[in-house]
């Protein structure tokens, strides 16, 4: 395939993925804010994640909850924003139009047009949910009339790696925040605040009915690292994503991505054979750190093996 | 019973001859016409509409970042073509063509009709369509126009005649196909009753033509479709022949060239390239040999072009024999390289730069067509009779700054086909364009693109002008009454 368009079909499916996550973590945010309205912490904790604090205190000062919505979700201005994650989705879908199925096709061109009208209508805490339930939707849509209809060739590969390597990054952000975030708490006994937070994080991560039924106990930190970061069922854990991308790393055709390969493997035998315990000895954040690290490395090793190939 | 009539006896209708009498091809289907309800007619241009509208065939409209593309209005009426016809047709086109790629050959080696004084050589050697970094290179098979769509109208008279060759880069095709695709969908008793010949090999014989004209020592050519991008007006049929030949969609930006050969970049690492069948102009190329500004090109291609590593369909250079100042030698170009007279007629054309001729068309111009000698796509032209004396005074002006970049043919009456209208079903103007290739072989599919002016009385036909299309039926035998 060509690597431009390959470059295509991963971007489209990595945007699509991202809008998805930035509209999780808003959704638990302004919830969290409304929890304690007194801390702006929750707040910033998306912004956090997405890399864009400097950027939006530079342009808006104080994060009200109305001005971090806005500046991630809609402004045209932030390219991380859910409308040019979408517009870019959608850009890049124009582009591979022939190679993926109509019904791909449609749903983001029509996700786009919706898109644009809630642009156009804006957005209020009060209309937040049902816009960031709507961004989840489409999403869900995105990836499964992809997954139902598309030839299991590279088209489908290179969309598939987009998926899981932004999903990748995305857990491991979002833990590697809220770990720094909850480390900073008072250190009491049983906090109350810490047991909100973790069950944020599980909702944004779609994981909370997850861990009631894996461990019909209460919210641990110890526990929820293991379910995001090591637990091959559960879909969002970087471990779930990492089978993913080295099951997809497989089949492309061709030996060009021999380092990419090595790379994903490697993570992902780090991820099978590590228990909790080994990565709370060697510390949360170390370990999280590393593997945001290993995940934009290999981002590039795809980049440089596929996707601008000389 | 519809109501069709022609609109006067001037034209040429190509279903109701003089009287109201249904010409023998026509008369299949005007009886399915007849019993056919106007509304159930109506629903099913509406159906046509939707199914064009969800498979995308639009044409991208500059600007508009909305993704709802205009659609160029198909007709459902169909233009029928008797088989005596075409086989006058084809043998005409096949001839015409041929002429063409024979004359291009020589004006780049021999030039044996300039010194035989045929053509006059500065206006060849001086045309901005003539590439000096032609000369002297051997293209395989001697061919030059590798996909030709030549444009014909019929005239009142009943005869035939062939408007402009378009040599080098001819679009349409894609709506021939997807045209006869919605007709089998919506009417397919239609089918059952008519014996029609088939277009749909088209893309197949495309790329055994591209195939045939690769570099000679290539065992198995790797052919592309080179595409200025998404945002070119014809991107719809890039995409859709590259997909119906299954070779792959390229921009510049994916091709390159190293060590003598066109690559391409793809996900297993470069894969070289044999047949370029590009959708791009000559000066956009190459930006080291031609438009150095030029974004869709490939730098260094003209050099693997000249050494024969790479074949560009259609070739570079092919501007200069479908320029609107050449085409009156076309006749003699048949003659004096088939010693053949042609089959199908030229439209008399008035060349400005003649003293007498821009005598007799500034004298003549509320009756004449004049063009732009490098025009297409129907902007910039005069059409004297549909034309408001302010214009006629305007247009004079700009003739007389520069006659030679003009010619003048008289104002042909295009015939007409009966045509689905907001009113019902009326006469409009239509002319066809087959799509002509040239390889081991010159041939056709028998069919074209039919393009109709939507507007009452109007004679242009281009999309870009509010034109339309009809499915294009080529009759396999006649029916004899």
């Known amino acids: ?310 | 019973m519809h109501q069709i009539t022609p609109l006067d006896h001037t034209h040429y209708d190509e279903m109701l001859a003089a009287g109201q009498e249904v010409r023998p091809s026509y008369q299949h289907f005007a009886s399915w016409l007849n019993q056919a309800t106007p509304d159930w007619l109506r629903n099913k241009q509406a159906e046509a509409d939707t199914l064009f509208r969800r498979v995308g065939i639009t044409f991208a409209v500059y600007g508009d970042e909305s993704g709802a593309e205009r659609l160029i209005p198909f007709d459902t009426i169909p233009r029928i073509i008797s088989a005596a016809e075409w086989k006058t047709l084809e043998a005409g086109c096949i001839q015409r063509v041929t002429a063409l790629n024979r004359f291009l050959h020589d004006i780049y080696h021999e030039q044996d009709i300039l010194k035989a004084g045929i053509i006059p050589a500065e206006q060849i050697l001086t045309n901005a369509g003539y590439q000096l970094a032609m000369q002297g290179i051997d293209l395989p098979r001697q061919v030059y126009a590798h996909i030709a769509g030549v444009d014909i109208i019929r005239h009142s008279d009943g005869g035939f005649y062939v408007l402009e060759d378009n040599l080098r880069t001819p679009s349409g095709v894609s709506y021939m196909l997807e045209n006869r695709k919605m007709m089998m969908r919506l009417f397919p008793e239609l089918f059952a009753s008519h014996d029609i010949t088939p277009v749909e090999h088209y893309p197949n014989m495309l790329l055994d033509t591209l195939r045939s004209v690769s570099p000679p020592e290539v065992d198995n050519p790797t052919v592309v479709v080179l595409t200025p991008g998404q945002y070119n007006s014809a991107y719809f049929e890039h995409a859709f022949l590259a997909s119906q030949m299954g070779v792959e969609l390229v921009e510049g930006q994916d091709l390159f060239v190293k060590n003598g050969h066109v690559y391409m970049r793809t996900t297993s690492g470069p894969q070289r390239v044999d047949v370029i069948y590009r959708r791009l102009d000559d000066a956009y190329l190459d930006p080291l040999a031609f438009n150095a500004g030029s974004m869709l090109g490939v730098p260094g291609l003209m050099s693997v072009y000249r050494e024969g590593r790479v074949s560009v369909c259609n070739a570079v250079g092919t501007g200069v024999a479908d320029d609107k100042s050449i085409y009156p030698y076309v006749p003699d170009m048949i003659r004096f390289y088939l010693g053949e007279e042609p089959i199908l007629h030229n439209v008399p054309t008035w060349q400005l730069r003649k003293a007498e001729d821009l005598a007799y068309v500034l004298d003549h111009l509320p009756e004449l067509v004049v063009k732009e000698v490098h025009g297409a796509g129907g902007y910039g032209m005069l059409v004297g009779p549909a034309a408001t004396t302010e214009e006629i005074a305007a247009y004079r002006l700009r003739i007389l700054e520069d006659p030679a970049n003009f010619i003048a043919q008289p104002t042909l009456s295009l015939s007409t086909c009966p045509t689905f209208v907001e009113a019902g079903i009326a006469p409009r103007h239509i002319d066809l364009r087959p799509f002509v290739l040239s390889g081991k072989k010159v041939q056709l599919v028998a069919g074209g693109l039919t393009r109709v002016a939507l507007r009452e009385g109007s004679l242009v036909v281009n999309s870009s002008q509010g034109g339309g299309t009809k499915d294009t039926w080529i009759l396999k035998e006649d029916i004899t009454c």
């Open chain 1, 1 to 310: 395939m060509l690597s431009r368009m390959a470059g295509c079909l991963y971007w489209m499916a990595r945007n699509m993925e991202r809008a998805e996550n930035t509209a999780r973590l808003l959704d638990v945010s302004l919830q969290m804010s409304l929890l304690h309205a007194s801390s702006q912490d929750d707040l910033l904790v998306p912004l956090d994640v997405t890399g864009s604090t400097a950027d939006f205190l530079q342009r808006h000062h104080t994060p009200t909850p109305q001005a971090v919505l806005h500046y991630l979700a809609l402004d045209g201005d932030n390219p991380g924003s859910i409308y040019n994650c979408m517009r870019s989705a959608r850009e890049n879908a124009h582009v591979v139009r022939v190679k993926i199925t109509s019904e791909m096709w449609e749903q983001v061109n029509g996700t786009w047009l919706e898109m644009r009208e809630w642009q156009r209508r804006g957005l209020d805490t009060r209309s937040a949910s049902t816009f960031l339930e709507w961004v989840r939707e489409r999403s869900h849509l995105f990836r499964g009339a992809g997954y139902g209809t598309m030839l299991r060739n590279d088209t489908f590969h290179f969309s598939r790696l987009g998926t899981f390597l932004e999903r990748a990054d995305n857990t491991a952000r979002i833990l590697n925040v809220k770990t720094k975030q909850i480390s900073d708490n008072e250190p009491e006994a049983e906090n109350i605040l810490d047991y909100y937070q973790w069950a944020a994080l599980l909702r944004s991560v779609s994981g909370f009915e997850a861990y009631r039924d894996i461990y019909r106990d209460s919210i641990t930190p110890q526990r929820v690292a293991e379910l995001l970061i090591l637990r091959n069922d559960m879909p969002r854990s970087l471990r779930a994503c990492f089978g993913e991308i080295n099951k997809v790393l497989a089949r492309i055709e061709g030996q060009a991505g021999r380092a990419a390969r090595r790379r994903a493997s490697e993570i992902q035998a780090r991820l099978t054979y590590s228990s909790i315990e080994d990565i709370f000895a060697d510390g949360l954040e170390q370990t999280l750190d590393s593997l945001i690290d290993d995940i934009n490395l290999l981002g590039k090793l795809i980049h440089h093996s596929y996707l601008e190939t000389a």
